[in-house]
Structure formats: C-alpha cells, structure tokens
C-alpha cells in the first residue's frame, strides 16, 4: 500500500527558530496538503498545492508560513519564527479520491 | 464558511454494543469521507461517499449519504476493542476543494 512519508517524527524548536517539516506524498498523486491538528483537537486545513502551487489557504496560513516542492518528490512546510502556540501535529496528505495522510510530525514549540 | 459537526462528541459503549455518529454539514458537499484515528496515530481513509442517499457496508461498519447531500452517518454493529479511536467525517464543497473536517467522534469501547 503506498504510504505517504513524513520526516521528522518529532521536533522540538525554542520560539522565534524556523522549522522545516518534509513530506513524500504518493507519487501519482496530483494534490498535496498540509494539515495540522491541536492535541485534542479537530484536524485543521493549511494549505492546498497543486501545479507547483498553493490553490487555497486557510487563514491560519499565514506570512510565517510557506510550502514548496523542491525536487518533484519532497513536499515541505516551512514555520518562519515559531510561536508557542504553533505546538500541534502536522500532518501532510496527498490525494487520489480520499486522502492518505502521513503519520505527522510533532512540533513542540518551547 | 461552511462548518462540518459531528455528534456525539464522545460514546462510551460496551463490547458487542451498537456505535453510531452523526456528521451534518453547513453547506451541500460533493462528497462525504469518513476517517479513523486511533490514540497516538494520524487519520486513515476509510470510505468515500459521493452519491445522494448512498449507503456502502465494510464489515461490521455502514455508512450512509443523506439525500441532501448535507448529512452522513457512520453505524458500527457489534463493536470491538479494536474499533476504539476517533471517527471524522470530511466534506470538500466541490471535488477538488479541499476537505474540512468534523470535530469527530471519539468512541471508546469497555471489554
């Protein structure tokens, strides 16, 4: 079953640090996303990407925020200058139909 | 903007008991998706649903289409131990928008 890859598992980063999260999507997949989940809470959108570009995103989204496809295969989201309250699941997923999501990375913001 | 709810928030039910969660939308979706997240682990794609009134078994588990296209249920018959987790349903307005999420069901199951 083809899996869509998320590396690290977990980071932690002190405030104000850019982080970057890397994801391999499935590779015949069109659309790529990057979702993002609170501890306890409901899994929330960021962004959308297809072409080799953003399509939607959401207001969480914001200038500290940016996404890119280097190389036709990574898929990464980057965190500019972290605040506390950027601690939460990401989750990367990418689609054909229903999505498959990678396991997430843990982002602890200290 | 379109809202996705989900309830109940949480059901404690007893092993060999019946589990359902209801998933209502604000606005009509091109399609309903149901996913699984177990403690500690990240949602897996369970099922898609486009067409109106739709219903498709996996098992012990159905899940239905409401007619308006706005409404969906996910019903677990006899649940097990391995059925514990939270259940999300998504919706995307259209087909290639993207899918925003229920608040989910967390179902715990007492052996």
């Known amino acids: 079953e083809p899996e869509v890859t998320q590396t690290p598992s977990h980071q932690v980063t002190q405030m104000g640090q850019e982080v970057i999260l890397r994801c391999v999507p499935i590779?015949?997949?069109?659309?790529f996303y990057w979702y993002r989940q609170i501890l306890g809470q409901k899994v929330e959108f960021l962004v959308s990407?297809?072409?080799?570009?953003?399509?939607?995103k959401s207001e969480i989204f914001d200038d500290q925020f940016s996404v890119e496809r280097p190389d036709g295969s990574n898929f990464t989201l980057k965190i500019r200058s972290t605040k506390l309250e950027d601690s939460a699941m990401y989750f990367c997923?990418?689609?054909?139909?229903?999505?498959?999501f990678g396991s997430g990375t843990r982002l602890t913001v200290v | 903007g379109q809202q996705v709810m989900q309830i109940p928030q949480y059901q404690h039910v007893q092993e060999g008991e019946d589990f359902t969660t209801y998933c209502n939308s604000s606005?009509?979706?091109?399609?309903i998706q149901w996913y699984k997240q177990r403690p500690g682990g990240h949602p897996v794609f369970l099922i898609q649903?486009?067409?109106?009134?739709e219903v498709k078994k996996q098992k012990r588990l159905t899940f239905q289409f409401g007619e308006a296209k706005k409404n969906s249920s996910l019903h677990i018959t006899a649940t097990q131990t391995t059925d514990v987790g939270t259940y999300f349903c998504?919706?995307?307005?259209?087909?290639?928008?993207?899918?925003?999420f229920g608040p989910g069901t967390s179902l715990s199951v007492i052996p």
């Open positions: 590779s015949n997949h069109l659309y």
């Open positions: 998504a919706g995307p307005l259209t087909s290639y928008d993207k899918v925003i």
């Open positions: 997923a990418s689609r054909q139909g229903g999505y498959t």
């Open positions: 649903l486009v067409k109106s009134g």
């Open positions: 606005t009509t979706l091109s399609n």
């Open positions: 990407f297809y072409n080799n570009e953003i399509s939607e």
